[in-house]
């Protein structure tokens, strides 16, 4: 049962991380203290401007190019799947747009402290980040597919493939779906350096976690549990009953090849 949680949840993280990012013509600053990088990075993520986020923090990884050295792909540490080149104008590009906005349009923060080293240009900045509760929104989507597969074993498998693959889609109903109270503050110290005169924050794992409303925290609803264990029970009668036909069809077999052998 823990490899259909961890397909869905893996399905989700990389066909997005969930967030995809848009480019944006904004001006590009150039923070001077850890305080305005840290500003910086989160009103470029809750605005969507990628080229400030890029420039605010390491969130470029590296370039991977084909045989030929022409640049193929650029990966990200988040918003990656948009800020690869492709059409804007694909409903896929729209489609995690819009999931973007819906993820990050309320997105608010406090800085609570700030802690700079200056012998090692470093500096720790601690953060109250608030945003959607999307812990909640993954479970929702992972009962939505745990519950499609329980009621009918046969097209609840097909209805989980569709699912995954329309996940953008049902995110964005779920996340619509949420009131006031679906709000979640998570306190998380992101980490600066100062790099060629300019500071710059690290996008760390779970500075990521914290500005995505804490959708990558794992705290399975008793609900999920429940669901969990009745395809698990599921799992193990398909796999008895599949046990039990595959004995059946060697004896079978045995007893037409002993018959087999005895013929002239």
């Known amino acids: 049962m ?23 013509a904004k001006t590009t600053l150039s923070p001077d ?3 305005e ?18 420039n605010c ?19 990200y540490r988040a918003f990656n799947e948009l800020l690869q080149p492709q059409s804007k104008n694909s409903s896929r590009y729209k ?16 800085i609570t402290e700030v802690r700079e080293n200056s012998s ?29 597969m329980l009621s009918d074993p046969g097209t609840g498998i097909t209805q989980m493939i569709r699912d995954t693959v329309n996940a953008k889609d049902i995110l964005i109903s779920l996340i619509e779906e949420l009131d006031d109270s679906d709000i979640v503050t998570t ?6 350096y100062r790099e060629n005169g300019q500071w710059k924050i690290h996008m760390s794992l779970d500075f990521i976690n914290a500005f995505s409303g804490n959708m990558f925290a794992v705290n399975d609803s008793e609900e ?10 599921m799992a193990n009668e398909w796999a008895d009953a599949f046990e039990e036909r595959m004995d059946k069809w060697a004896e079978r077999f045995e007893e037409n090849f002993d018959r087999w052998m005895g013929e002239p």
């Open 2 to 24: 823990r490899t259909v949680k961890s397909r869905a949840i893996a399905f989700l993280m990389s066909a997005a991380l969930i967030l995809c990012g848009c480019g944006s």
């Open 224 to 233: 999920i549990i429940r669901l969990e264990e009745q395809l698990d029970d």
């Open 57 to 75: 923090t390491d969130n470029f990884v590296q370039t991977y190019h084909n045989w030929i050295g022409i640049p193929i792909e650029s990966e």
């Open 120 to 148: 090692s240009n470093t500096a720790e900045i601690d953060l109250m980040i608030t945003n959607i509760n999307m812990q909640k929104v993954m479970e929702r989507y992972e009962i939505q597919l745990i519950e499609a």
């Open 187 to 192: 306190p998380v110290t992101a980490s600066a």
């Open 95 to 110: 489609t995690a747009y819009k999931l973007d906005q819906k993820m990050t349009e309320r997105l608010t923060w406090e």
């Open 37 to 54: 990088a840290v500003e910086c990075t989160l009103e470029s993520i809750r605005t969507l401007d990628m080229t400030t986020l890029n």
């Open 33 to 35: 203290t850890p305080q």
